[in-house]
């Protein structure tokens, strides 16, 4: 909502971000459609789509057959070729790069695996460097980058990118956000998020969550992380920090350690290493692969398996009654590795559900297992650096061409090809 008395170019210029994001979030949708959306009379919808048109951000054309009689109103599109962001995703042990179109198509992508060896910066940070430059020179000269951004599995100080904590790996205050950026050599600011919180809103912009002004986001990796949407926006605390809903006490006399150093967590009961203990696993395979051996063992059948994913939903369900509780969400999202070991578990959970949750806070809750599945946290990172492209358009757009050139040295190549191979 516009605060009374700006001046007509600030009207401008929101309705610009407005029009393109709906066009950005809801892919081709006509004048007419835009027109009701944003409360704005034809010939105003005519001049921004104009306008964008000519700055390259989107397109119009005629609509496929309507059936309808008259002349057909145009459809705008986003012009995913020609203008894009870098997007990474870093996971405890798989580092994800994309180059991603305006629209939210991913147009490239490359992933390497990580080795959980520690506080590993230099060779993140060179990893999707390297990655960066390969994606660059593959889009050619004429599209442009719109912005950097990247969901990393820890607690993340939001303006400068700083990781203050990543139990999983050990970081501890590494200046992440800062660090990219030099090594990219791109002269712009990387946007860093948690990844789970990144990861609520891609589901609520793009995925199962639509519709929805109030859920919450369990996102399972190695551990558990959380993010919440209370009103259409993202809780996120008085420092950034909020939601950290793995680290929910569920378990506080004999819990499993956590490696943030307390114990009974949520994601001491629920991860990774629980369920492949719980299964008697620990000794073979680890990450996504491990997990995925277990729930496709219980599929087959495999009593040991059944029983772990039964315990693992138990635990869930206690973290899920607690949430709902507290925030009466209309949806419970389960992604990463959780969306996978939801179905086994599903009935435990709901039985939680149903014997902690107040009737009326659970009457009309829904849960369900993402709909972007692994890509969600990588999709939240790429909305992430789109953000300041969706606020001014024009400005942002000028502003990146007069960019010198992303650095496509290829010093850093070398470090990825030693790290996937």
Known sequence: M???GRSQEEIRRHNLGTLLRHVHLGGAVSRTELADRMGLNRSTIMALTADLTSAGLVREELPKDTGKAGRPSLVVRPESGRVYVLAFDIRVDRLVAARVGLGGVILDRREAVRPRAGVDLDDVVGVL???????????????????????YCGMIRPGDGMVRFGPNMGWVDQAFGTELGLRLGFGLPVSVGNEAHLGALAEHQRG??????????????????GGIIVGGKLLDGDG??????????????????????????LEAEVGEQALLDAAGRSSELSGRDGVRAVVEAAERGDLAAQDALRRIGDWLGIGVANLINLFNPGLVIFGGMLREV????????HSRVEANVLVISREKVRLRTSALGDDATLIGAAELAFSKLLTSP?????????HPSLDTRSEDVGEVRAVTR
Do not use: W
């Not at 430059?133 to 004429?142: I, P, V, Y």
């Not at 599209?143 to 969901?151: I, W």
């Not at 950034?240 to 967590?265: A, D, F, I, Q, T």
């Open 240 to 265: 950034g920090y909020g939601c950290e809903l793995g680290h929910m006490m569920v378990n506080p006399y004999n819990g499993r350690p956590c490696g943030c150093g307390s114990r009974g967590c």
């Open 2 to 4: 516009l605060k009374a």
């Open 129 to 151: 460097a390297g990655f960066a430059r390969q994606m660059h020179r593959a889009a050619g000269s004429e599209p442009v980058c719109a912005g950097v951004g990247a969901a």
């Open 208 to 225: 199962v969550g639509i519709g929805f002004q109030n859920l919450v986001y369990l996102h399972g990796d190695v551990g558990v992380g």
């Open 394 to 402: 024009l400005e942002v757009l000028a502003e990146m061409t007069s």
């Open 342 to 349: 939801y179905p086994g578990s599903a009935a435990q959970v």
